[in-house]
């Protein structure tokens, strides 16, 4: 299919779009990788009026370490990303998981905020960012909020950005010497959307493990945090975090997978992330 007929504006600056998407409120979608925006309007499950493109924009693509934080602009692409020395050292999280996230042709597009913003249920980087508990940098006419991942995922494609608001940028707490990550996917083929999928945090304590943060994707309708077998984890018990996970989540059946099938899996990628962070491997 084609998509429906729609304006097009390039934005000069963060201002500039902020200002095209007050004009426009509803009417308008912003523009970044297109890797997912395009596929909708192709299939008309979006109708904007018009695209506000940020490609180009200044300042929206670096990478840095400020202080204990990592900050990752809205507009550096997965494949920026994915070779940073910066996020390879300072946050293996996002380094894990993107040889995970689609196909080079897609990670040669698809932006770090465009997934973030996009908040796919099924996609790597909400949980990356939900189980790192980053801040998302938002920028509205009465200029930039930040709000913790905790609070930013509402429902289904659903965030804290409002509709006359962008994403500018996300920051990340920058790795320290106890800080323990886990990450694993299950998916029919690599590069394909997970079944489900796991991203962890955790801090070493002695041979144990605290201030655990599961958060899984492709169980529900947004990433989730699997808080009981958090505390289960910490306990020192994974046979019981596994089983924990029946407080956590209830996957419903989608087109991929059965909802039991699911929470099966969950409890497989609970073994092999909890392995990675005790140092055991996956
Ligand atoms: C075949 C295929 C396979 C894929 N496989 C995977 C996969 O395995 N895992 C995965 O995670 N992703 C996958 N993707 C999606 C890919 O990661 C996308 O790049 C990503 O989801 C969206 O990023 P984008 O920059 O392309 O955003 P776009 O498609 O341009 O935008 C997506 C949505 O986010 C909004 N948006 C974009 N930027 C901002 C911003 N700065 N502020 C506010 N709103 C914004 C847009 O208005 C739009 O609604 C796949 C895509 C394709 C086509």
């Known amino acids: 299919m084609k998509p429906a ?3 097009y504006a390039k ?18 979608k912003l523009l970044a990788g297109g890797q997912s925006l395009m596929a909708t309007l192709n299939m008309r499950l979006s109708q904007p009026a018009i695209l506000i493109d940020l490609n180009g924009i200044p300042g929206l693509d670096g990478i840095a370490l400020n202080g204990g934080d990592v900050a990752i602009g809205a507009l550096v692409r997965h494949a920026t990303a994915a070779k940073s020395d910066v996020i390879a ?24 905020g465009g997934s973030i913003a996009f908040a796919d249920p099924a996609a790597e980087l909400p949980a990356c960012f939900l189980a790192l508990n980053g801040e998302a940098e938002i920028t509205g006419k009465n200029g930039t909020r930040r709000v913790t991942a905790d609070d930013f995922f509402r429902g289904l494609y659903e965030t804290a950005i409002a509709a006359d608001e962008m994403l500018t940028a996300i920051r990340l707490p920058s790795a320290t010497p106890d800080m323990r990550y886990g990450f694993a996917e299950l998916s029919r083929r690599h590069g394909d959307y997970a079944l489900v999928g796991l991203a962890a945090v955790a801090r070493a304590d002695g041979a144990g493990l605290k201030d655990v943060r599961l958060a899984y994707f492709g169980v529900g309708l947004t990433p989730v945090r699997a808080t009981v077998a958090e505390a289960a984890l910490i306990r020192g018990s994974i046979d019981d975090a596994v089983e924990a996970l029946d407080y956590d989540m ?16 969950a409890g497989v990628l609970l073994r092999r992330v909890a392995a990675q962070m005790m140092g055991g491997g996956a």
């Open 5 to 7: 007929p729609f304006a």
């Open 89 to 112: 050292r300072h946050v293996p999280l996002i380094a894990m998981a993107m040889p995970h996230i689609g196909h080079p042709a897609i990670r040669n597009r698809g932006t770090i």
């Open 11 to 28: 934005a000069r600056s963060v201002e500039d779009a902020v200002r095209l998407l007050n004009e426009h409120g509803d009417n308008a």
């Open 250 to 265: 209830a996957p419903p059946d989608d087109v991929q997978e059965t909802g039991p099938v699911k929470r099966h899996l």
